[in-house]
């Protein structure tokens, strides 16, 4: 039986939820439900397929840079353990929208949307921030559009559920990347670089107990002592996104080419834990931390400016949301927190 009072045990209905047959009189079996082709099925039930609520509000960060993607997902609470792969996979079940002064697309937009920002056209003079966009991406969980699902019975079914959010208008500042050329070494002992990494590549990264996910807190708060076991695994690539920057930092001779909005592993000497810090606020004789985990002192530090932009890449990872740049470990770009603003033009 289904998990929830007033639940709609229509057969038809679940088939017009898991195939979109218009019709919901249509025959239906629970193994065809499942998607299952054996000659037997294992036992499937009603409340495989059932929720109690589409949750309030969708999950992604607040602040999303234009020309760039993230991934906005609707969450449902008490969900049967074939709802997603049969229900809420299928776009037909679901809608995407949004309102204010957003430029936004969406990619395969199923119960996850990719959410694409469009470019902000700067006028000349403005700094960074000067024309972010904001407003509201929403999504609605209707069955095959229809008001009468097999799941009409969930709180907030057939309604919108929003996430505000901010596109920021970067104008050659704000993004946090690695500078075109900067080699990347991948988990299989090959070193390539930086711009030709291939969504799916798995990279060098160090592990980090009981870092915040990026998605769920605020990371930047992490520390990390320095007596910890920091040891050598890989994250995959989810995406690879191209920039242009006004400026970048030299730190240690070239050891890394980096923009100053990008957070990296850091140890102020003197100091026993390691933070996630940008390089205008590291010192000569601080530390950064390499592939191995080994922490490396900061020699030399120097910072690069051309009006004209320099190209630089941006790296989303998963499950780690940092990795391994040219040298030492730095953080992914996602942000939930009001990106700093280079103060000149």
């Given amino acids: 039986m289904a998990t929830s009072t007033k639940q709609n045990l229509s057969l038809g209905k679940l088939k017009r939820a898991t195939d979109g047959n218009n019709s919901y009189t249509a025959a239906m079996s629970m193994s065809q439900a499942s998607g299952s082709s054996a000659t037997s099925p294992a036992p499937v039930k009603m409340s495989d397929f059932s929720i109690s609520a589409v949750d309030e509000g969708l999950s992604g960060f607040t602040y999303l840079f234009e020309q760039t993607a993230e991934n906005y997902e609707m969450e449902f609470s008490n969900e049967g353990g074939l709802f997603n792969k049969r229900i809420a996979n299928r776009t037909e079940n679901l809608s995407w929208s949004f309102d204010g002064t957003l430029d936004v697309s969406f990619g395969s937009a199923d119960y996850i949307a990719q959410v694409t920002a469009g470019t902000i056209t700067n006028t000349a003079g403005a700094i960074a921030g000067t024309?972010?966009?904001?407003?509201?991406?929403?999504?609605?969980?209707?069955?095959?559009?229809?008001?009468?699902?097999?799941?009409?019975?969930?709180?907030?079914?057939?309604?919108?559920?929003?996430?505000?959010?901010?596109?920021?208008?970067?104008?050659?500042?704000?993004?946090?990347?690695?500078?075109?050329g900067s080699p990347v070494s991948k988990s299989d002992g090959s070193v390539v670089n930086v711009e030709d990494l291939n969504i799916g590549d798995e990279i060098l990264t160090v592990s980090l107990p009981g870092s915040t996910d990026e998605s769920e807190g605020n990371w930047k708060n992490d520390t990390f002592n320095r007596t910890g076991s920091f040891a050598q695994h890989s994250s995959s690539v989810q995406r690879v996104m191209y920039e242009f920057s006004q400026h970048y930092y030299n730190i240690n001779s070239g050891s890394e080419l980096i923009t100053g909005e990008h957070h990296m592993l850091y140890r102020q000497a003197g100091n026993e834990n390691w933070t996630w810090q940008t390089a205008p606020n590291f010192s000569v004789g601080d530390y950064l931390m390499d592939k191995q985990g080994n922490e490396i002192s900061i020699s030399s530090l120097e910072q690069h400016i051309n009006p004209d932009g320099y190209e630089v890449v941006q790296l989303d990872v998963e499950p780690d949301d940092f990795y391994v740049g040219q040298t030492f470990l730095v953080h992914n770009k996602g942000s939930n927190d009001e990106p700093t603003y280079p103060n000149t033009k």
């Fill in 131 to 180: 024309f972010n966009q904001s407003g509201s991406v929403k999504a609605k969980f209707a069955e095959d559009g229809q008001s009468d699902g097999f799941n009409d019975h969930a709180t907030r079914y057939n309604t919108s559920v929003s996430k505000s959010i901010e596109i920021v208008d970067t104008y050659g500042g704000v993004p946090s990347c690695l500078l075109f």
